[in-house]
């Protein structure tokens, strides 16, 4: 054989070898083809808000004591419900702020009960204090659905 004949085969193999060793090397990395999880960002007026909701239950607890217009006999379960209803409104606060689902719940269960107690003792106004801030939640949250686990 020439030489000519030998660098012909051995240019051509080298070639074929580097195209083998770089399909190889594409083909051994890994594809992460995961979008990487978007940043949960409270934003300040939600934050805001989140304590509110915690002190609302402290305030109304107060104010339905105060200006009950419920006979004596029925106050316990009223305050009662009212213990429940701020328990409840910090549990969601916190829940919500770690971006849970069922905190969701929680709050809504929470404004039934508000209501409830409300409805009982107060009257009918107690209605909007009590809806108010759940729609204004809602509001906020309407955009970051996608955030909750």
Known sequence: MSTKS??????????SSSRASSTKSSSTRPIN???????????TLLTIVLVIMGVHGIVAGILYYIWSTAPAAQRPWIIGMMAVHFLANIVAAVGIFYWKKWALYVYAASTIIAVVAGLLSVGIWSLFYMVLPFVIVGWLLRTKWDYFE
């Open 6 to 15: 030998k660098n012909k085969k051995a240019s051509s193999t080298k070639p």
């Open 33 to 43: 083809k995961k979008k990487a999880p978007a940043k949960k960002v409270h934003g």
